[in-house]
């Protein structure tokens, strides 16, 4: 247990179903990220809040919605989504200080297969 | 944000030899970290190395940095099966550079 935990462990939704995912942290932690990984490419940073705010959006298509209600919950909400967006979704946080370390601490990932 | 490229994308070893894997990167950093993945898991921080530090260690790991080559490396002596993972360099830069972008990593298999 990392103290960073995300529901649902594996999820198997159709392209015209809306879903959720689920990130929370224990840590008192003041940054949280979304992370997408799929086969054979490097981990792509999707989302950065930093003390509740987006602070980073890396081109992620409008089919994928987060949302930061306070700073140790994290959503990523899913609609009409396709194939190539399965992959494993890790959420992240981290203590973030101005010249300090900012170490993440991850979650165990949701695994998403989009039929 | 810059991302690290490992090398060599593989490795495999015998249980009991050291791993070495390597990490390049472009810009100037703040420190940069190293990361472990079982398959189909999340990441663990293994080991963090600031830049004015040329070398660190943690147990079995060893982490070299050198910064007028834009390098680093880690060692994992004496390795065993359970390092089997995929290893991740992340260099952090500072201020809106710090977020951490990951490479492929190298995936390293132990055989007992």
């Known amino acids: 247990e990392t103290g960073v935990t995300q529901t649902p462990r594996h999820l198997v939704m159709g392209m015209t179903n809306k879903k959720s995912l689920k990130c929370e942290q224990h840590l008192g932690h003041n940054a949280m990220y979304w992370y997408k990984q799929s086969a054979k490419k490097p981990l792509e940073l999707m989302f950065v809040y930093s003390l509740e705010e987006r602070v980073e959006n890396n081109s992620v298509p409008s089919r994928f919605s987060p949302e930061c209600p306070n700073s140790s919950h994290l959503f990523l909400h899913l609609h009409t989504l396709q194939p190539e967006d399965s992959a494993l979704y890790l959420c992240a946080s981290s203590q973030d200080v101005p010249g300090g370390a900012n170490v993440l601490t991850f979650g165990a990932g949701s695994r998403l297969t989009v039929l | 944000s810059q991302q690290g490229e490992e090398d060599p994308q593989a490795l495999s070893i015998q249980e009991g030899e050291n791993a070495t894997m390597n990490c390049s990167y472009k810009t100037s950093i703040n420190n940069l970290q190293w990361y472990r993945q079982n398959s189909g898991r999340g990441l663990v921080h293994l080991i963090l190395?600031?830049?004015?530090?040329r070398e660190k260690h943690s147990g079995r790991l060893r982490v070299t940095l050198d910064t007028s080559k834009k390098s680093s490396s880690l060692l994992i002596t004496a390795s065993r099966a359970a390092d089997t993972a995929s290893y991740f360099c992340a260099p952090r830069g500072g201020g809106s550079q710090g977020n951490l972008i990951f490479g492929k990593g190298t995936k390293l298999s132990v055989k007992p």
């Open positions: 190395i600031r830049s004015n530090e």
